[in-house]
């Protein structure tokens, strides 16, 4: 939302959170609906059948006092996270994956971010510091 309100979107990262492909060292988040989550978790894992060393899973927090399984993680408006594991990034058309995710019934929004920053600033270890702009 704050980034459909602005003329820029300018991100700033230290050089750690550069990677040689998307997905390839964490993971790739994907909000959901509580209805019907396990079902659409399902779905989500349809779009990479097939894919070597992928998983997903439903983010949780740990069983409280008294409780005997952990419970789903909600977001501030009360939703779950599913979580996509790549074991070496994610391959293919990025655009077309995004849309794939987000024409599933139950998925909100994902963390791809694909597009979005107009200006990138990395703090490098070394003290410098790189600025990315996107190209016109």
Partial sequence: MIEGAGDRFVVIVDESKLVPRLGCTGAVPVE????????????????????PGFHARLRTVPA???????APFLTDNGNYIVEMFFEDGIRGDLLDISDR???ITGVIEHGMFLGMATTVIVANKDGTVTVINKKK
């Fill in 64 to 70: 409280a006092n008294g409780e005997d399984s952990d």
């Fill in 101 to 103: 995710l987000l024409r």
């Fill in 32 to 51: 959901v609906i509580p209805f019907g989550a396990p079902h659409t978790l399902g779905l989500i894992r349809k779009v990479f059948d097939g894919v």
